[in-house]
């Protein structure tokens, strides 16, 4: 298997996070973003939609989305489970991985790919270019002070997000809270829940993949 990452990107700490837990290795291959690797032809090959992360496994299947990919390692090494052990846990724990990514992380790169300099014309992901929309940027800040909200309630009495089990939407949560505070917006003073989950998940190992 061939694990396509970019050290210093978000969404494929997700998958490193995931599988330090696992205790799996995974052989991994830089993509520099910088350069613009991930729109080359060779890139392609694995993602069309020219993003990291992605795995090739040794039949050539090719695997994207970050939440595809865990949902692989999820399969392939059941130990420990972190999608949940029941089918109960498991519509829970793909309910609030879906709603972190969709209202969390989708907020953030909102606010980033609208207002770094770096993302001109590139507001959205993919090789066509897409202009920024300052306007964007207020609207993520919105959606992201929504999400705290939300993820604070949820872990009001729960010491992960879905209970007493960390799973994959503690992960994407802690990958989504970080992109945010890099963006210099704290965790609201309101949300004690969330600081306290925070720094719990932040202590584990894994944390630092
Ligand atoms: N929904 C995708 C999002 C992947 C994504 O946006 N990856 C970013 C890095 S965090 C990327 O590859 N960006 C390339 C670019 O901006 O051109 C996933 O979860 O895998």
């Known amino acids: 298997m061939k694990f396509y990452d970019c050290a210093t990107a978000p969404s494929p700490r997700r998958v490193r996070i995931f599988a330090a837990e696992k205790g799996i290795e995974l052989p991994t291959v830089q993509v520099d973003l910088r350069s613009g690797e991930h729109f080359g032809e060779a890139f392609r090959a694995i993602n069309p939609t020219c993003t990291v992360p992605a795995i ?14 865990c949902r692989y390692l999820e399969a392939a090494y059941p130990e420990p489970p972190l999608m949940g052990s029941d089918p109960a846990e498991q519509g829970v724990v793909a309910m609030w991985d879906h709603r972190i990514e969709t209202e969390g992380f989708m907020a953030a790169a909102e606010m980033f790919r609208n207002m770094a300099r770096g993302m001109k014309d590139h507001a959205l992901t993919g090789p066509e270019p897409v202009a920024q929309i300052p306007e964007l940027v207020e ?4 959606r992201v002070g929504r999400f705290f909200d939300t993820l604070d309630a949820q872990l009001d009495g729960r010491e992960f997000v879905t209970g007493s089990s960390y799973t994959a939407a503690d ?31 932040s202590a584990r190992p894994s944390a630092s993949a």
């Open 139 to 142: 609207r993520g800040r919105m």
């Open 56 to 69: 090739e496994l040794d039949d050539g299947t090719c695997i994207y989305e970050s939440v595809a990919v």
């Open 171 to 201: 992960i994407t949560a802690l990958v989504t809270v970080d992109f945010i505070n890099r963006l210099k917006v704290e965790t609201p003073e309101g949300c004690e829940n969330v600081r306290r989950w925070h720094e719990a998940v």
